[in-house]
């Protein structure tokens, strides 16, 4: 029996995040923005390591699952818009009411700030509507910052732009 399910889902889990240490203690996630890196699998990448400006990202060796020193990290979105596998996410919970996810987006249209856009879970699920804003871009990938409400930040690893004509 596999131990990750997400080995045959190909989705990976809060829980299974948690248990291989790569969700921030809460009290972290609550003091401003932080980087998540949903990178499970070891695999020869390490581009988030050179791309982070305070060296908070460390891979022992090259195969290694990339950690996060979260006491560290600024929250920059740089291991964002580098990442090949779009794994890397800034989550800021330090508001009472709202949260800001910054993921990467390299679908068309592009988001424009006001969006309002369709969060979606990493399994592809609409969860909800998030506002844009902040949109940028950098090594041709898209990183967008889009408000959530606080109980979804864990949660959206998407959004789905609706244009209409």
């Excluded at 990442?83 to 996810?101: E, K, N, Q, W």
């Excluded at 424009?112 to 856009?117: A, F, N, P, S, T």
């Excluded at 506002?131 to 940028?136: A, D, L, P």
């Amino acid at each position: 029996m596999t131990r990750y399910q997400f080995r045959k889902t190909g989705v990976i889990t809060l829980e299974e995040l948690k248990s291989l240490g790569l969700l921030p203690p809460e009290e972290r996630l609550r003091k401003g923005p932080v980087a998540i890196l949903e990178c499970p699998e070891p695999i020869p990448c390490n581009i988030c390591v050179d791309a982070c400006p305070v060296k908070a990202i460390r891979i022992d060796k090259i195969i290694d699952i990339p950690r996060v020193d979260w006491n560290r990290c600024t929250g920059c979105g740089n291991c964002v818009a580098i990442c090949p596998g779009l794994a890397a996410f800034v989550v800021d919970m330090s508001r009472d009411d709202r949260a800001y996810v910054t993921l990467p987006h390299e679908m068309l249209p592009i988001p424009r700030i006001g969006d309002e856009v369709i969060l979606l879970g990493r399994d592809g699920r609409r969860l909800g509507k998030g506002k844009v804003v902040r949109v940028w871009e950098k090594n041709r990938t898209w990183v967008v910052t889009v408000e959530v409400p606080k109980d979804l930040a864990l949660e959206v690893r998407a959004i789905w732009v609706e244009r209409k004509s």
